[in-house]
Nanobody, 124 residues
Framework: QVRLVESGGGSVQAGGSLKVSCAVS????????MGWFRQAPGKERAWVAH???????AYADSVKGRFTISKDPAKSTLYLQMNSLKPEDTAMYYC??????????????????WGQGTQVTVSS
């Protein structure tokens, strides 16, 4: 069984930074794709970034150059460093894992395990 637990969300002013984390149980942490998604009130859950088993990364255009996804296999933890935050980044942030699947994708259906989410609020 795989369990994902996010932490590190909070409130910050525009232009500030936050780093959210996702602790992952299970023995496949370094073998599969992992990603971050976000969902704002009244909107669909949207892909933010992902990282392959080999460490290759990809980002949504809206966060490119501001957000950085990374992972620490020794700690079985996924991270999302968010800089230059904007009010439109306000959302619930979810980590997701594509256990047992080859490669990464930006569509939600590719991911078969999800965390409970952590709230990020950016004020203007």
């Amino acid at each position: 069984q795989v369990r994902l637990v996010e932490s590190g969300g909070g409130s910050v002013q525009a232009g500030g930074s936050l780093k959210v984390s996702c602790a992952v149980s299970g023995d496949r942490f370094s073998k599969d794709c992992m990603g971050w998604f976000r969902q704002a009130p009244g909107k669909e859950r949207a892909w933010v970034a992902h990282i392959t088993s080999g460490g290759n990364t990809a980002y949504a255009d809206s966060v490119k150059g501001r957000f950085t996804i990374s992972k620490d296999p020794a700690k079985s933890t996924l991270y999302l460093q968010m800089n230059s935050l904007k009010p439109e980044d306000t959302a619930m942030y979810y980590c997701a894992a594509a256990w047992g699947r080859s490669g990464c994708a930006s569509n939600r259906s590719w991911y078969n395990f999800w965390g409970q989410g952590t709230q990020v609020t950016v004020s203007s």
